[in-house]
């Protein structure tokens, strides 16, 4: 093998990243080297690349960014039982201690210690990247590894809309980016009775059409909380929220029903000043704070799902790249006109 990679790094504070070499890591009894197939690109390496408020806070240069792939297994850590050499797998991304409070009682996914490759460690823009084995998730199908790569933000749709009932439920998607849109395909896979999409993109607004949503709201051109109390009579059952946006928010806890549910997973920018007697107390709503994937109880959701054939993964990547080539990847995305985009660090034919 080898001894250095090309990986996408976070070389210095500010804008952009560079395409640079790393030596390709050694690993520890506990894990295993990832030769990665794929790797998508996600809304917090946009936040990373533009370095923003967050990535400022947060990010400490230089270091690996990336954290959805498909890889196959090349090396096995010695105490490594369940994994296999050739193994296709899928990562949940956040490395957890194992010895907390909420690791202790099931709830690793808000783990106090957690570590988030491309975030806080070396991450999946690369060509080979070390993870502890109990992280990996077995391909077992034939997937194309480019939709094995979005599985981690899939995840995060599926948390999303599954922690409340929405069989049979009028369901808002507030925001239609990446994750939005693989919502808007999930909410409809299980069964909810309308699907209604808010999003001001109008590419998107198409993408959301063809992934099934019912209604499609733009808040710039009409009354969006009139508009849900048409659509729904009574308001909305459940509202999953992937927009962050201020205005958005604020507004979906005037159109949930009285005894609705809201799971928010969006990260707004700005507070939120919403009437907590009024639109929450007295409607006695619930509200869901979403962080990630329950592990490993997503998981197997999204695994059944991709393998259950109801989903429509080939609408939802839109754009493949070579590594190399990120430039163009990170340009769609801030445009807006693109779904999920896939780099491939050994070429786009692998």
């Excluded at 640079?20 to 809304?43: H, R």
């Excluded at 990562?91 to 106090?112: A, L, P, S």
């Excluded at 391909?139 to 749709?157: C, Q, R, V, W």
């Excluded at 659509?231 to 059952?237: K, S, W």
Aim: hydrophobic fraction near 40%; include cysteine; glycine fraction near 10%.
């Amino acid at each position: 093998m080898k001894e250095f990679m090309n990986v996408i790094i976070k070389e210095t504070e500010g804008e952009g990243l560079t395409l640079s070499k790393k030596p390709i890591p050694e690993i520890s009894d506990n894990e295993v080297l990832i030769k990665v197939i794929a790797a998508s690109i996600c809304g917090t390496d946009k936040h990373i690349y533009e370095w923003d408020e967050w990535s400022q806070n947060r990010i400490k240069p230089p270091v690996t960014v990336g954290h959805e792939l498909a890889g196959e297994i090349v090396m096995l850590g010695k105490n490594v039982v369940t994994l296999n050499v050739g193994d296709i797998v899928s990562v949940e991304t956040h490395i957890v201690c194992g010895e907390c409070e909420q690791c202790r009682t099931g709830n690793g996914h808000i783990c106090q210690n957690t570590e988030i490759i491309g975030v806080d460690v070396d991450g999946a823009f690369a060509e080979y990247i070390k993870m502890p084995a109990s992280n990996c998730m077995v391909n077992k199908t034939k997937i194309d590894p480019k939709y094995i790569s979005i599985l981690e933000p899939l995840g995060n749709a599926v948390h999303t809309l599954t922690h409340f009932d929405i069989v049979g439920k009028n369901v808002a998607i507030v925001g239609c980016g990446p994750i939005g849109l693989m919502a808007v395909n999930v909410a409809k896979a299980l069964g909810a009775k309308k699907v209604i999409a808010v999003e001001v993109d109008e590419y998107r607004i198409q993408m959301a059409k063809d992934l099934g949503a019912d209604v499609i709201i733009n808040p710039v051109k009409e009354d969006v909380i009139k508009r849900m109390f048409i659509e729904t009579e009574n308001g909305v059952d459940v509202v999953a929220e992937f927009s962050g946006n201020k205005n958005a928010i604020e507004a979906a806890f005037k159109y949930v029903k009285l005894g609705g549910k809201m799971s928010l997973l969006g990260i707004p920018s700005k507070n939120i000043e919403i009437d907590l007697a009024k639109d929450v107390v007295f409607k006695g709503i619930e509200i869901y704070g979403v962080v990630g994937r329950l592990m490993y109880d997503t998981w197997y959701k999204v695994v059944g799902l991709v393998e259950s054939g109801v989903l429509d993964l080939d609408k939802i990547v839109t754009h493949e790249f070579a590594l190399e080539d990120f430039e163009e990847g990170f340009k769609l995305m801030k445009e807006g006109k693109c779904g999920k985009i896939v780099l491939f660090p050994g070429g786009i034919n692998e």
